[in-house]
Structure formats: C-alpha cells, structure tokens
C-alpha cells in the first residue's frame, strides 16, 4: 500500500534539502518539524537506492516509494538470510533480544550480513505472516494466562441418566510456548477456582512468574484499571508459589489474547469431540479431557515447525521456577473482633489471641487444618482447628498473668484450699461455684475471700461464712462486709445469746469448796 501524498511530499522536502541545500540531518529536521531518526532513516533509504537531487524525471510517489520502502522487504539474494523462525523463538527466551541476535548473525557473516536495522526490517516483515497467537511477545516462563470456557460440559446421574449439573473447563496457557491446560471443575467458584491453579502448576511442573486471570469474581474482587482488588485466597496462592497476579484490563481484549485462543482450542478440539459422551463424575470427565489436551499440546503449528508440546520442552520448562515443597492448601480469610475475653469467633468455635488485643479486628487465615490470626500483617496466634461448636481453644500464653495462675486451679482444688480454713469457708466456696453458669467465673471470688484470713485470721473468717451461708449470700462482697463490720462476732439471727450469772454476795465462789 503507498503513503498517502503528504507524507510523500514531505520525503521529498527532505531529500531536497539534504540532497539539493546540503543541510545537516539535525537542520532538516528542524526545517520540517519531522523527528531526526525519520529523517535519517529516509536519507539512508533513499542512498541505498542510488537517489540524489534532484530526482530523475518521470518518479512519481508510486515509484519513489518503491524504490525506498519495498526494496527492503525483497531479499538481497547475495547475502546470507537468518533463520527467521529460530530468530523468532530465540526471543522468547529470557535477556535474549534483536540486537543479541545480529551480533551473533554477524559473527557469522562479518562481510556479508545485512546491518542491524535491515536485520530488523527483514525479520518483522517475514514476522507478519505469522497467526496472530504466534505474533505475540512473551518471554520464556513468564506469563500464565487462565479463564473458563465460555461453554460447559453436562455431568449425568449415573442411577436415573438424567443431567446432574454442568460442569465449567479451566483453561490455561503458557505465554511463549502456548502450551495448554484444560481441567473440568464444579464451579467458577473460589476453592475451584484455585484449586484448578495448584493442577495447572504441577501439570507444567513449574511457576511462572505472573498469573494473568480476567477480571472474574473468584480472582478479583473489584475490577480498576490500574489497581483492581485480588481476592486475598487467591494471593495467599500467589504468594505459596511465588507468582505475582496482573488481571487483564476490562475492556482490552489483547490482555488476554492468549488465554482467549486456548479456550477457543479447549472448544473447538475438547468440548465439541466430547459432545457425545455422557460422563457421571468429574474424574472420568477429565480423563478424556486430559487424551485430549495431550492430542492438541502434540498437534503440529501450521506456518512453523514444531508443535506446543516442543516449544514447551525448549522454551517454557527451563524457564519455570521450581514447585514449592509442599502443595497450597486452601485458606479462607476473614475479619473478626476480639471479645473481652480475648477470643474470637470463627465458624462456631471460640480461639484465643494475646488479650491485649481486645476489641481489636484481626484477620483470620483458616484452613481444613490450621487456624492463624494476623494484626496488621504480622502473625499473632496459631491454633489447630477445632470443629466442636461453641467450645474455646485457649493458648495459656495468651492469657494476662491474673488470669494464667487462676488457669491452674480446678473446683475440688478450690474447694480444698477454702477447707484449711474451716467447713463453712468450704460450703461457702462451693455454692459460689454452684451459682455460676461456668464453676471458673467464681474462681476469683473464691481466692478473694480465702486471702482475707490473711487479714482477718482464720477463725474470724470461719464465722464470717457461716454468717453469710445463713443468709445465702454467696459473694466475696458480702463476707468482706461481714468481716469490716465485725458481724462475725455476733450472734447469728434467731440464736439466743449466751445468758451470763448476775455477780451477788449469795451465790458462793470456787474457792468456797477448796
């Protein structure tokens, strides 16, 4: 296709005044407010064809542009022409670029080679007759596109044959090489939407080191442009493997060309040759899936040689980063306020933070086995999961120092400390503890009233509980009032006072009768 006329005129302005007014290339870039490499690449193409000025009678646009801008595209035929195809997959390989690969062209052809922009020129020509998943630019092991199938494979009941549910495929695809994943799950919901990630990874055995998803629910909370929100299970996954998350941005389909072309291929080659099978599980369902993901990995390219599977073992694999140790395991996240006796509430059972953390919100990491609690980041608690409804887990650590020593004492060993000081102290303790919906919410009035025979002595306490059980009055409260009040030295209510003898000078004396 020629250059519109302007453009054309403005070549010639350009050659007229390098040419004709011998200006230098800055002066004439200036003159035609053009950027100087557009003027220098236009004088080099313009002496490559053997042009001065003024131009010879007769060239017309047409013929001026061919003469500058289609001989390049012709191979000179005495020169040697590079492998374009091996130049095409050396630059998916990581550090390797144009420049890199012309050098090493003209170590082996220093007289002869094309120069470094006719090396460029050439390879971007034959490069546009490439398909248009081949023409992407990825670097070896560096980007995993993933996303469902617009279409669904139906799952049937294998007792009365009837259609149970639909099931979602999962497709990923490695940047450079292409090579495909494909996997049935239950649902785009998150647990399989992660854990289709964990099964893509271990089938290319390998991490990338980006995650490309599209702006799904289970991935990405809420879309931006710029800064979209990551569900925090799947950047807990991201982070076990080591991989960064990009979503695609809304609206830019070429973001997610890639993945776009392998769920096109897991459509046309997986779900439409399984349109006939009548599968009763997920697991037979990926069996045939798994055939047929191998048959379109080994397919041979059309316009290239080689095949997904090739360029996977050449391109992608030495590129991956290892697999982690230990498989990710599935962790829900969510934020909870810790009550005034330091625990939180998480899926029906109570765990224990630091209680200076009290009616603080912290975030809550649970997984089948494990439940972690994270302030600001940093990891404060660690328990094992309990799945007993409404019972507590408690870390004694956890505990202010009051409440640890207290931690070790039982009901009968309460109860056995208050019977050093008398019967009464001991009922007393006991019916406290008996009129507490928990026996450990009375713990602390029970020590309170045996430490006040510290103060009062013992026998004083003694009488102070047997006042207050006649009373029922079952609080530390209460005995201390007793004891302040020197109650405890007076007759309980309703018992008679001791009667003592009027002193006369009849009644005689014990040493009337010695």
């Given at each position: 296709m020629s250059r519109p006329h302007t453009a054309m005129r403005k070549i010639r302005d350009v050659l007229r005044l390098r040419f004709g007014e011998h200006l230098s290339l800055r002066d004439v870039a200036a003159s035609l407010q053009i950027p100087f490499t557009t003027v220098s690449d236009h004088v080099r193409r313009a002496t490559a064809a053997g042009l001065s000025w003024p131009l010879p009678d007769g060239l017309d646009d047409n013929g001026l542009d061919a003469m500058l801008f289609s001989s390049s595209e012709r191979p000179t035929t005495n020169r040697p022409v590079p492998d374009w195809e091996k130049v095409h997959r050396e630059l998916h390989r990581p550090g390797v670029t144009l420049m890199l690969l012309w050098l090493e062209y003209k170590e082996a052809f220093p007289d002869d080679g094309y120069a470094y922009s006719q090396f460029c020129e050439h390879y971007r020509a034959w490069r546009r007759h490439l398909d248009v998943v081949m023409r992407q630019s990825h670097k070896a092991g560096e980007k995993m596109f993933v996303d469902f199938s617009g279409h669904r494979l139906p799952i049937y009941d294998a007792a009365t044959?009837?259609?149970?549910?639909?099931?979602?495929?999962?497709?990923?695809?490695?940047?450079a090489s292409s090579y495909l994943y494909a996997e049935a799950v239950a649902s785009q919901k998150l647990g399989d939407w992660v854990s289709a990630h964990v099964h893509a990874l271990e089938f290319y055995n390998g991490c990338p080191a980006i995650l490309v998803p599209d702006n799904l629910r289970s991935g990405v909370t809420r879309p931006h442009r710029y800064e979209p929100d990551v569900n925090a299970t799947y950047q807990?996954?991201?982070?076990?493997?080591?991989?960064?998350?990009?979503?695609?941005?809304?609206?830019?389909?070429?973001?997610?060309?890639?993945?776009?072309?392998?769920?096109?291929?897991?459509e046309r080659w997986i779900l439409a040759r399984l349109r006939n099978e009548r599968f009763t599980s997920l697991a037979e369902a990926n069996v045939a899936i798994k055939r047929l993901v191998a048959w379109v990995n080994a397919r041979p390219f059309k316009k290239i040689d080689g095949s997904r599977a090739s360029l996977f073992v050449e391109i992608d694999q030495p590129a991956l980063r290892p697999l982690p140790p230990e498989r990710y395991e599935l962790a829900l996240f969510k934020p909870a306020k810790v009550n005034i006796d330091y625990h939180v509430e998480l899926d029906c059972h109570y765990y224990s933070v630091p209680y200076i953390y009290v009616d603080e919100v912290i975030d809550?990491?649970?997984?089948?086995?494990?439940?972690?609690?994270?302030?600001?980041?940093?990891?404060?608690?660690?328990?094992?999961?309990?799945?007993?409804?409404?019972?507590h887990t408690t870390d004694p650590a956890h505990m202010p120092e009051s409440h640890r020593r207290h931690a070790q004492w039982t009901p009968s060993r309460i109860i056995a400390w208050a019977e050093k000081t008398g019967p009464s102290t001991a009922k007393l303790a006991e019916g406290i503890m008996a009129a507490r919906p928990h026996p450990e919410q009375g713990f602390r009035s029970c020590?309170?009233?045996?430490?006040?025979?510290?103060?009062?002595?013992?026998?004083?306490?003694?009488?102070?509980?047997?006042?207050?059980?006649?009373?029922?009055?079952?609080?530390?409260?209460?005995?201390e009032s007793i004891l302040k009040n020197g109650l405890d030295q007076k007759p309980l209510p309703g018992e008679p006072a001791p009667r003592a003898h009027p002193r006369h000078d009849n009644v005689r004396g014990p040493g009337y009768y010695e």
């Open positions: 044959g009837e259609e149970s549910f639909r099931a979602e495929l999962f497709v990923s695809v490695l940047g807990d996954m991201a982070a076990h493997y080591g991989v960064a998350i990009i979503p695609a941005r809304s609206y830019k389909p070429r973001d997610k060309a890639k993945v776009e072309a392998g769920v096109l291929l897991a809550a990491r649970m997984t089948a086995s494990t439940i972690e609690v994270f302030r600001k980041g940093r990891r404060v608690a660690s328990h094992l999961r309990s799945y007993v409804k409404w019972h020590l309170g009233i045996v430490r006040l025979g510290g103060r009062y002595g013992a026998e004083r306490l003694e009488a102070a509980c047997t006042r207050a059980l006649s009373v029922q009055a079952f609080s530390y409260r209460s005995v």
